[in-house]
């Protein structure tokens, strides 16, 4: 009877004649790779709009203030002969402090779910919200992220992208009135499809989506469009800003005899995961517990921020420059007016780390993707320098250390290792680093346990309150046969000729039918194969058969299934007779709308 769940595929959601069909009618990858497609240019315009915001709030705050001129990355127009200049020095932490204040005003006035990183926001909308995001925030993320970062604040640009591809993406699911669940979906694919346009990483973005949203689990339903939202969203912002990696290219050469090194890095990046996470959020819970306005918070921990400036100007704003300082060996630009220069390289990653708890931890807005990257290629930098001291032939150049190190530290406290290894190396276009970066993300990525920078994720879908229906009960168990439509199939009687049997069975296509008494009681089956080329009464050939009745659970139904190895059950009154057939197609429909209806009472509530 496998002909069965096909006939009842072909005639469900069939659309009124005459009438138009909504989006959420489609067959699904027709609906999502459009809603793909229309997340994709949300997410390209949200990160040309705040890319722009960004560089606008630069002038004025470091350009104009302070009159800086800070490093900017190879794949933006920057180059590797320009390091950091200020003529009025001494207002860096005037700058950090004024944006702090304006972002904090901004953010407490008319969002405060908009303070911090953006993406842990969205994450949370995701599990808890029914992928609900206010209309407001996203263009509030947008301008206290822009004046945060571009004062100066140590922030990166990802996570107000994420939270405004997010937002919009949201708001479009209830613009089309999409289920909540497809409204969870379209956050997720903002977030990766936002990420991976303002990185220029559209791999990576792709899997951040459905990778991002757990600790150690992954969302496989919002892979595809995902795909198509960052190949989209990633054409369009390259289209005006240029598609060069940010980073640049690295060309080199994979040597196999470094692996044991990539090791030891993995393990010191995963430590340093532990560090990042652990002081951000030390210092993010201080200011929470502090008793004093939230409008002056944020300024006092753009003063903080300042002042490490003032001792180092590389952790300034997103420091996506630096990076390419580091990663080409371009130590003669890394200045500091107290430090000497190897002092300087040692304390880097502390006071990267440091300097974005300040920022962000205060309440200030932006992301810590960045961050947590530069905070890995200071880290690579370090021990690519040690290891060319200690083995010049083995290690000629820092590099490939820079490189796996931003992935390794970050793929390890996003707890994204697949997604951040291939967005660094879509951003460094350094691809025959991948088994490096293979060895060093898992070592990382195990030593730093359970530690994330990113309190919204849950372990895996079983603790997500998105998929509580889907686990919080025994959902077969809990559903009747009764519950289900059955299919009234034709059927064999025990005195009827094979070949009648024969020609029923061939006429509907069927490779097997119950067979029944003159009373319709319940004999048994009958196979097709059995009974081919066989002649004289079909009774011969009939076979017992295990049945259910109406009051049985989905689950005894399903185990019956799998022990007679078919797709189908009889289903039996109290006197014998055949009431029905139940079938696989009959118990998913069934099964899929309680789960909806557990979900939705569980996110209620």
Known sequence: MNNRENKTNATTKQPKTGSLTKISDLPYFIKWFILGIIIGVVAGASALAFYFTLKLMEHVFLGLLVGASIPEPLGEGGSLTSGFRAVRYWLIPISTTLGGLLSGLIVYTWAPEAEGHGTDAAI?????????????????????????????????????TAQLSAGIGSAIADLLGLPPEDRRRAVAIGIGAGIGSIFKAPIGGALLAAEVLYMRDIEAEVLFPALVASAVGYSIFGSVVGFTPIFGYYVGTFNPARLPLYAVLGIIDGLFAILYVKTFYAIHDLFKKWRINNYIKPAIGGLLAGLIGLVAPEVLGTSYGWVDLAEFGKLSLFTSPILPLIALLVALPFLKILATSFSIGSGGSGGVFAPGIVIGAFVGLDIGLLLHYLLPSLVPNVAPFVIVSMLALFGAAAKAPLAV??????????????????????????????????????????????????????????????????????????????????????????????AVDNNDRLIGIVHLTDILGRKGPIKDYIKAVNHVNPDSTLYEAWELMSREGINWVPVVSNDGRLLGILTMESMRRVYESRVKSLGKSVSGS
């Open 124 to 160: 949370n909308a995701y599990h808890r919200l029914q992928g609900r995001i206010r209309r407001r925030i996203p263009p509030i993320k947008l301008v206290a992220s822009a004046i945060t970062i571009g004062s100066g604040g140590s922030a990166g640009r990802e996570g107000p």
């Open 421 to 514: 290894m291939f967005m660094v190396v879509e951003m460094t276009g350094s691809y025959q680093l991948l088994p490096a970066a293979m060895i060093a993300v898992a070592i990382a990525y195990l030593i730093s346990g359970s530690n994330t920078i990113y309190r919204a994720q849950v372990p895996t879908r079983r603790d997500s309150p998105a998929h509580a229906g889907e686990y919080s009960v025994p959902v077969l168990m809990s559903i009747r046969v009764s519950e289900c439509e059955l299919g009234r199939e034709p059927v064999v009687r025990a005195g009827e000729d094979v070949n009648h049997a024969i020609n029923r069975m061939l006429q509907h296509r069927y490779t097997s039918l119950p």
